[in-house]
């Protein structure tokens, strides 16, 4: 059996744990990440880095690269499905920048993926090792691998996203609850797009169903669109499906021709099942924790996703500086007691579907600043009324 260890394992090479092993290398933290996929792809998926995500992104030194390569929308847009009514504008640009203190900006999320990954040491990022299970060995933890390798670890992370294989060797199976709706997404060039203009972001508001659209790159000249339809039939959780665009223009038939034009340009959609889970009690157990989507996974409705599991990666690698490495247990308990009503609030305004729709306040979400955040409390829940 081919056994090695490691002080820090952790599991999932998505931008939360990346983010983490960049945090904790900047703290001189060394952590190795075990990934099941044999190489990083250029998923068709934008992602929106709002002020929050970019604020704590920006200690790490790859912002300057965001904006060469990502766009800042002036404005963001929610308009009525029929009608195009403007229900709620929200300045952005430099309002954004000027207010937080830090941009919002969009892009391919294979972009800030890469980014991360040169952040890491090459030999440090194991990929083609799919996690099959962990159990205590001694004062340590046993991680079993598909190819029969096993590693010991210290302190373990489980940051494997929605299906987290670290979850439920914790707490056991559970399925996450599937919302009754599908998504359809892709990223095209914007000038495929044909007598309607392409607004740099916006959010179509339909009775059951919508349609959120912006600019990816610097140059204008690619767009996202995901567009989010009932559909109780559809359960499967893949990125890489191949939906029909015939089906998806159907659905969004009555919408505006503005909407209907970006739908249709579109040369090929990916369609997924939309997943979520109710807030955890505790994300871990001794010397092992979750992240991100695997411990507060969020349909995409407030852009939250990315950035919550950033800031996860922010506190607990601060956290671990900070003496945590002499108490693992302990620090992986504080981590989640400051986390957990942040993320929590943000799943539940998720759910409720109206985030932005009409003039809302977002300071809460976007003037976080991860790094100045108090790591001796939860967060304030005044703060988190939402």
Partial sequence: MNRTAAHIAIIGAGIGGLALAAVLRRAGIAADIYEQAAAFGHVGAGIQL????????????????????????ALGYNRMWNTGEATNVLPMGRAIEDRYGSPDLSMHRS???????????????????????LAPDGDRVRLDFADGGTIVAEAVIGADGLHSVVRE???????????????????????????????????WWGPDRHVVSYVTTAAQDEVYFIAVVPDAAFTRESWSLVGDHAELLSAFTHFHPRARALLAAAPEV???????????????????????????????????????AIEDAVILGRILADGGLDD????????????????????????????????????????????????DAAVPAAALER
Avoid at 174 to 189: D, L, M, N, Q, S
Avoid at 348 to 359: A, I
């Fill in 50 to 73: 709002t002020a929050n995500a970019t604020k704590a992104l920006t200690p790490l030194g790859i912002l300057p690269h965001l904006r060469r390569t990502g766009f800042a929308a």
């Fill in 111 to 133: 972009v800030l993926h890469f980014a991360l990954a040169e952040l890491i040491e090459l030999a440090r990022l194991h990929l083609g090792r799919k996690l099959v299970g």
């Fill in 169 to 203: 060797a914790l707490f056991g199976a559970e399925r996450p609850r599937f919302t009754g709706k599908v998504a359809y997404r892709t990223i095209f060039p914007i000038d495929r797009v044909v007598g309607h203009e392409v607004e740099e972001r916006v959010k």
């Fill in 270 to 308: 990916r369609k997924w099942a939309l997943l979520d889970r109710d807030p955890m009690p505790s994300w871990g157990e001794g010397r092992v924790v979750l992240l991100g989507d695997a411990c507060h996974p969020m349909p995409p409705v407030m852009a939250q996703g990315g950035a919550s």
């Fill in 328 to 375: 693992v247990a302990r620090a992986f308990e504080r981590y989640g007691r400051i986390r957990r009503e942040r993320t929590a609030a943000m799943q539940r305004t998720t759910r409720e579907g109206s985030w932005m729709r009409h003039e809302t306040d977002a300071d809460w979400v976007y003037g976080y600043d991860v790094w100045k955040a108090p790591l």
